[in-house]
């Protein structure tokens, strides 16, 4: 099993900045990716950033400049810096593994940390 704890959220205003962290517990070594969805209220699940194993990045398009995703591999620990935060950005996020056993293509969530934006 990978086990992710996610910490970081809070409240800010408009324009400010937050860092979201998820340290990845477990069978880490099975991972592929790993990335930030968020879900906001009567809104899908959507993808934010990911990062694989081999460094690669991708982003949604309306995140793309103000927010960067990075990865401590000493540490098992995957970043979401934040900057210029709207009150669109508002939602639940939440750290995704992609990861594998004997060939099985699994996923694991953390529990969620909350990001609110004020105007």
């Known amino acids: 099993q990978v086990q992710l704890v996610e910490s970081g959220g809070g409240l800010v205003q408009a324009g400010g900045s937050l860092r979201l962290s998820c340290a990845a517990s477990?069978?880490?070594?099975?991972?592929?990716?790993m990335g930030w969805y968020r879900q906001a209220p009567g809104k899908q699940r959507e993808l934010v950033a990911a990062?694989?194993?081999?460094?690669?990045?991708n982003y949604a398009d309306s995140v793309k400049g103000r927010f960067t995703i990075s990865r401590d591999n000493a540490k098992n620990t995957v970043y979401l810096q934040m900057n210029s935060l709207k009150p669109e950005d508002t939602a639940v996020y939440l750290c995704n593994a992609d990861w594998e056993r004997v060939g099985v293509r699994l996923h694991s969530w953390g529990q969620g940390t909350q990001v609110t934006v004020s105007s």
């Open positions: 477990g069978e880490i070594f099975s991972i592929n990716a």
């Open positions: 990062i694989t194993s081999g460094g690669s990045t």
